[in-house]
């Protein structure tokens, strides 16, 4: 069955340092997510991407992160600058469609020190 | 906005017995869909039940089934001959179908432990 997976799963790095997450989806799959979960809180959405741009940004996704799909399988989250309270679960996610089940990749452990 | 609410924190269950977790939702939308999806102590987020709010129809998985009380914007899951391997964090989730975005909102969860 196919699966979205994520690299690395557990990613250490210290304040002010860049990260990138990576992601690859579902093969046929158009619609990509990244969700994230600060430890013992809800899952929250951060940014929806469609067609090469992104189709919906939450307020969390600010000017410090950006998505990009630098070809035509991987699917990355940069966090520039990170804060020690960027330390979080990130999840990806995608879908066939807007309104499709969203199936997620087992998530990164970022550890901001 | 959406918003939904799991008010229970944590629930615990004796093997083989039922058990059912509570959701109540906030929209002003009329066609959306509901979801449970289930966390395990790995993390991984899986799905466990879909319903669409134009059914009426409760959905139906196997062992999972869901009570959906449309005008209360309730949404329980309920999980028949529990297992062991049921114990983990249960989320319920929203998602609006009004418009291209799709994005998940979810409660906060509820801790769902299965004693032996």
């Known amino acids: 069955e196919p699966e979205v997976t994520q690299t690395p799963s557990h990613q250490v790095t210290q304040m002010g340092q860049e990260v990138i997450l990576r992601c690859v989806p579902i093969?046929?799959?158009?619609?990509f997510y990244w969700y994230r979960q600060i430890l013992g809180q809800k899952v929250e959405f951060l940014v929806s991407?469609?067609?090469?741009?992104?189709?919906?940004k939450s307020e969390i996704f600010d000017d410090q992160f950006s998505v990009e799909r630098p070809d035509g399988s991987n699917f990355t989250l940069k966090i520039r600058s990170t804060k020690l309270e960027d330390s979080a679960m990130y999840f990806c996610?995608?879908?066939?469609?807007?309104?499709?089940?969203?199936?997620f990749g087992p998530g990164t452990r970022l550890t901001v020190t | 906005a959406q918003t939904v609410t799991q008010s229970q924190p944590e629930m615990s269950v004796q093997e083989a017995e039922t058990v059912t977790l509570s959701c109540t939702y906030d929209?002003?939308?009329?066609?959306?869909?509901l979801f449970w999806y289930k966390q395990p102590p790995s993390r991984q987020m899986i799905l466990v039940i879909r319903?669409?709010?134009?059914?009426?129809q409760n959905a139906t998985e196997n062992r999972f089934s869901v009570n959906f009380q449309k005008a209360a914007k309730s949404f329980s899951l309920k999980i028949s001959d529990s297992q062991l391997g049921d114990t983990a964090m249960y989320f319920c989730?929203?998602?609006?179908?009004?418009?291209?975005?799709?994005?998940?909102?979810f409660g906060k969860g509820i801790t769902l432990s299965v004693r032996p």
């Open positions: 996610a995608s879908s066939l469609g807007p309104g499709e089940e969203q199936y």
């Open positions: 093969s046929n799959h158009l619609y």
């Open positions: 991407f469609y067609n090469n741009e992104i189709s919906e």
């Open positions: 929209t002003s939308e009329s066609n959306y869909y």
């Open positions: 319903q669409e709010a134009y059914k009426q």
């Open positions: 989730a929203f998602m609006n179908l009004n418009g291209a975005n799709s994005k998940l909102t």
